[in-house]
């Protein structure tokens, strides 16, 4: 069976700082990865996607995420934090079919 | 991306009733999917949605609970039966893209009283 552990339920960062979002997980043969990011009372907004290729995946609004295929991660990560960016973030992992989402990270971004 | 919408946004229900949840996509699609995300928890799949065919339900969910129809390649819905508070929780559609990645309806929030 496939798993996502997002370790941290809460992230607080001072805005201009960088941030890292954790994500784990264990998923049968090649991974399909993904992060959705939630804003207050939103519906889920695809972010990023890793399937295949280039070890780094950038996606929208500045973020980018790392696949590591010896540790089973795929952080999230942005240079600078926004205010704007305080969110609840999901990782999703699984085969080709459906995947499973982690509990979510709520980041907190600090004037 | 994809435009998804849902109705109702929100709704508050008497124990015992059903509410039925419409989900439209702005193209069409083979696989669609219904979760459920109660406060503060992650994403549960309830089941997936294809058309031209009975949904296909995940383990703790059963079709007299929560039967599905999807009569086209645009639309689906979901109905909550016989509601308990238990059943209070955001309902949420998604589609799924060829490259794999879903986009979201916005949500609808049930409260059961």
């Known amino acids: 069976a496939q798993s996502v552990a997002q370790p941290e339920d809460q992230v607080n960062v001072a805005e201009g700082n960088p941030l890292t979002v954790k994500c784990t997980y264990s998923?049968?043969?090649?991974?399909?990865l993904f992060w959705y990011v939630q804003y207050p009372n939103r519906g889920l907004q695809f972010l990023l996607k890793?399937?295949?290729?280039?070890?780094l995946v950038k996606g929208s609004y500045g973020f980018e995420a790392e696949f590591n295929k010896s540790q089973t991660s795929f952080h999230l990560k942005k240079p600078s934090a926004l205010v704007s960016d305080s969110a609840l973030y999901f990782c999703?992992?699984?085969?080709?079919?459906?995947?499973?989402f982690g509990r979510g990270t709520s980041l907190i971004v600090h004037p | 991306s994809a435009v998804i919408s849902q109705k109702p946004s929100r709704d508050i229900c008497q124990r015992g009733t059903s509410l039925t949840i419409q989900c439209q996509v702005d193209?069409?699609?083979?696989?669609m999917f219904w979760y459920r995300q109660q406060p503060g928890q992650s994403l549960t799949l309830i089941a997936t949605?294809?058309?031209?065919?009975?949904?296909?339900?995940e383990s703790g969910f059963v079709i007299d609970k929560f039967p599905i129809s999807r009569p086209n390649l645009t639309f689906s819905t979901l109905t909550v039966s016989n509601m308990s508070p238990e059943d209070s929780s955001i309902y949420l559609c998604?589609?799924?893209?060829?490259?794999?990645?879903?986009?979201f309806g916005p949500g609808t929030r049930l409260t059961v009283t």
């Open positions: 999703a992992a699984g085969g080709s079919y459906i995947p499973t």
């Open positions: 998923v049968s043969g090649n991974p399909y």
């Open positions: 890793y399937i295949t290729g280039d070890n």
């Open positions: 193209s069409q699609v083979t696989m």
């Open positions: 949605a294809n058309q031209g065919s009975e949904a296909t339900y």
């Open positions: 998604s589609r799924r893209e060829s490259s794999y990645e879903q986009y």
